[in-house]
């Protein structure tokens, strides 16, 4: 399978406790990106990179949140001292944009995280 | 970034025709239109997307008018297995720094 894979897919942890998400894009896809979903919503954006540059930010994204993608492949995202109000659906996707493309997303199957 | 309306939610039966409009008001002139779907418990899947006119491929079309203030994915003769989410999103990707916005999207049930 040569589609976007996210390790793993389901996490129980109790409040207060660190966890990390792996996201492993598609090859060479040079752009890859985080979003949230809780129940009934769509997508919520956190942060994207280009190649291991992360350009970008959301407000959603505590101190408590933080992304890596060090050598411009897989990415993590590791959230400290994780609280209820975590309980989500981490999804990571990937794109290749190359000059003026369109930036279409390919969606891995999504991390459940429950907080306890 | 323009935003979106769509149905809540559309009930349909096996073998129909479905058609979901999306009204994009303050679309953006580099603006593209893109459909996404997402089954339950995992990640929204590429549908189709388009500037203008017509963009058919092998799972769905999109209407988009002239003036381009709204679209519509077409859906030929749906199953069961098309039951889901289906998210319409409008924007300028690459220069938005890539971030897809998404509504509550239309929840289609297909029924035997």
């Known amino acids: 399978d040569t589609g976007v894979s996210q390790d793993p897919r389901h996490k129980i942890t109790k409040r207060g406790q660190n966890v990390t998400f792996r996201c492993d894009p598609i090859?060479?896809?040079?752009?890859l990106y985080w979003y949230r979903q809780t129940l009934g919503q769509g997508p919520e954006f956190l942060t994207y990179f280009q190649n291991e540059a992360q350009l970008e930010k959301s407000r959603l994204l505590s101190d408590r949140f933080s992304a890596e993608r060090p050598k411009g492949s897989f990415s993590t995202l590791e959230i400290q001292r994780t609280e209820q109000g975590d309980s989500a659906m981490y999804l990571c996707a990937s794109s290749l944009v190359a000059g003026r493309d369109t930036d279409t997303q390919y969606f891995g199957p999504g991390t459940r995280l429950t907080v306890l | 970034l323009a935003k979106t309306t769509q149905p809540i939610s559309m009930d349909s039966y096996e073998g129909q025709e479905v058609n979901i409009t999306c009204s994009h008001n303050n679309i953006a002139t580099n603006d593209y239109i893109t459909w996404y779907q997402q089954f339950p418990s995992q990640g929204p899947r590429f549908i189709i997307q388009g500037y203008k006119t017509k963009v058919t491929n092998e799972v769905a079309s999109l209407f988009i008018p002239a003036d381009r203030k709204s679209s519509t994915l077409s859906l030929p003769r749906v199953s069961l297995s098309d039951t889901a989410v289906y998210y319409c999103?409008?924007?300028?990707?690459?220069?938005?720094?890539?971030?897809?916005?998404f509504g509550q999207g239309t929840e289609l049930s297909v029924k035997p």
């Open positions: 090859s060479e896809h040079n752009r």
């Open positions: 999103l409008v924007g300028d990707t690459y220069n938005q720094g890539g971030k897809l916005i």
